[in-house]
């Protein structure tokens, strides 16, 4: 561990996933640890990502859940929906986590800071008014949301303020190509607002397969979100009535109450003092690293969206446990980015484990397989939202190398196949695994003639 010379063995800039995971797993194996966080305990996903939007997202689903049951028998109205009180509930279990997450690193035996933190050389940190000293350094201040320069682009919004809006917007505009643009969009639409998305290219969800991105679109555009594509919007401007004009270079305007700016985020590490102690930044402010999350200086660690490798929380998780078991318990990991299932909770949801087939197609001869069919719950439920499923498996070794999916549980259904692909599965794997009828994942096992065979 340190020498007596340094107050603390490691300090954590940063208590969201990664950082806090970090924290507690060096203190318990002995280290002096101390965490500091200027804003919530948890970071991003805990507080204005992942949790509070997935509970937007389960709100949403429940104007889909009315509307089927009438073909299953139930007869009874919509109710109606009340903003105020999704957004008060969603705060309350927002703050719990924030206790958990503070429970736990103190529990741990961490120091915490709630305070921000300037990293002043390679071994020091100002802090809360004092300057304390330690062996190793981790940042893990995750990324902030981009705004561009333009006209009226100081009315917009981003993914931090949505999670406090004082009312439900009637009309919504999404800028932006990503899971956050797309996700919102779906959101706002289940509760009831006219929606816009628009996005510079087509379709979206750039780095998904092409097929789930096409097909989301078809679907996005079934129920009422107008999409428009190789768009951009050319400035905002406030109308007399408080809303909000948006002029895009298609050569038309859209009004909304609430207009979204979801172009992009970037990593973390303004006036950190890392530039100055000598850590090595990329263009775009992230913290370059080795493989072993060590940055240009080597008492100063980097991991989770600060890095700009995969920004998902899960993955800074599993890089916070490479970054404790080789400085605290004498192992040499290694990161290993190769199989990250992912998804993106639209309406319907995807989500994808391994290679798409444009990824696959540039090292492998492979075979495509894919399913598309109406579920069997949209036969009452009388929507024609349509599932897809798809496989791409590399011929020489049978290997499965990518799962697709477009549809209900898609995420719940990838996790597992993501546990196939690690473990190296071969389309031969599949075919044996009985089938679970009637469920929409026996297709992965049921699918045998490869497309254009």
């Given at each position: ?8 063995d490691?300090f954590t800039?940063?208590?969201?996933s990664?950082?806090?995971r970090?924290?507690?797993?060096a203190?318990?194996a ?7 966080e200027e ?9 204005v ?16 859940e009315?509307?089927?049951a009438?073909?299953?028998g139930?007869?009874s109205?919509r ?8 957004i008060?509930?969603?705060?309350a279990?927002?703050e719990?986590?924030?206790g ?5 690193i ?9 305070a921000r ?13 004092e300057?304390?000293?330690a ?6 201040t ?6 561009p320069d333009?006209?009226?682009t100081e009315?917009v919004?981003?993914s931090?303020?949505?999670f406090?809006l004082?009312?439900?917007?009637r009309r919504?505009?999404a800028?932006?190509?990503g899971?956050?643009?797309v996700?919102?969009a ?7 607002a006219?929606?816009?998305?628009v996005?510079?290219?087509?379709p ?9 991105r096409?097909?989301?679109?078809v679907e996005?555009r079934r ?6 594509f190789n768009?951009l919007?050319e400035r905002?401007e ?8 948006a002029?895009?270079?298609d050569g ?8 979204l700016c ?12 890392l ?12 913290v ?5 999350l060590q940055s240009?200086v080597p008492?100063i660690y980097a991991?989770g ?6 920004p998902?929380?899960?993955v ?10 080789n ?22 949801p995807?989500?994808?484990v ?6 696959a197609r540039d090292a492998h ?5 894919r ?8 036969t009452?439920g009388?929507?024609?939202?349509r599932?897809?499923l798809?496989?791409?498996?590399d011929k020489r070794?049978d290997?499965?190398l ?6 209900p ?7 597992s196949l993501?546990?196939a692909?690690?473990?190296g ?5 599949f075919?044996?695994?009985?089938a679970?009828h ?16």
């Amino acid at each position: 561990m340190a020498e007596t010379r340094f107050d603390y063995d490691l300090f954590t800039i940063g208590a969201g996933s990664g950082g806090t995971r970090a924290a507690r797993m060096a203190a318990a194996a002995g280290a002096r640890v101390a965490v500091a966080e200027e804003r919530y305990l948890g970071g991003t996903c805990v507080n204005v990502g992942c949790v509070p939007k997935k509970l937007m997202v389960y709100a949403s689903h429940f104007a889909d859940e009315f509307a089927d049951a009438r073909g299953f028998g139930w007869q009874s109205e919509r109710p109606t929906f009340d903003w105020r009180t999704l957004i008060a509930n969603k705060n309350a279990e927002i703050e719990r986590l924030n206790g958990v997450y503070r429970r736990l690193i103190e529990g741990a035996g961490a120091t915490i800071y709630d305070a921000r933190a300037v990293v002043i050389d390679p071994h020091t940190i100002e802090v809360d008014g004092e300057t304390v000293t330690a062996e190793r350094i981790l940042v893990a201040t995750g990324s902030w949301p981009v705004v561009p320069d333009g006209p009226g682009t100081e009315h917009v919004v981003t993914s931090n303020e949505m999670f406090f809006l004082d009312e439900l917007p009637r009309r919504f505009l999404a800028v932006g190509g990503g899971y956050i643009s797309v996700e919102f969009a779906g959101i706002m639409r289940g509760l009831g607002a006219e929606v816009t998305l628009v996005h510079r290219g087509e379709p979206f969800l750039r780095g998904f397969d092409h097929d789930l991105r096409e097909n989301l679109a078809v679907e996005m555009r079934r129920r009422g979100v107008d999409l428009r594509f190789n768009s951009l919007v050319e400035r905002f401007e406030r109308n007399a009535d408080g809303s909000l004009r948006a002029t895009i270079t298609d050569g038309t305007h859209v009004d909304v109450d609430v207009a979204l700016c979801a172009i992009g985020r970037n990593p973390n590490t303004k006036n950190l003092g890392l530039e100055q102690a000598g850590v090595k930044l990329a263009p775009n402010g992230a913290v370059v690293v080795n493989d072993a999350l060590q940055s240009s200086v080597p008492s100063i660690y980097a991991l989770g969206d600060v890095i700009d490798r995969a920004p998902l929380t899960p993955v800074a998780i599993a890089e916070a446990m490479v970054f404790v078991d080789n400085v605290y318990r004498g192992a040499d990991r290694r990161m290993d980015y190769s199989v990250l299932p992912t998804a993106v909770f639209s309406q319907p949801p995807l989500a994808s484990v391994g290679l798409t087939e444009e990824q696959a197609r540039d090292a492998h001869d492979i075979d495509v397989y894919r399913a598309q069919f109406r579920a069997m719950k949209n036969t009452l439920g009388g929507r024609e939202e349509r599932t897809l499923l798809k496989l791409i498996v590399d011929k020489r070794s049978d290997r499965v190398l990518g799962c697709h999916m477009l549809g209900p549980d898609a995420a719940e259904i990838i996790q597992s196949l993501g546990v196939a692909l690690a473990a190296g599965a071969t389309k031969a794997d599949f075919d044996r695994t009985i089938a679970l009828h009637p469920s929409t994942a026996e297709e992965f096992v049921t699918m045998r003639t490869p497309v254009g065979a």
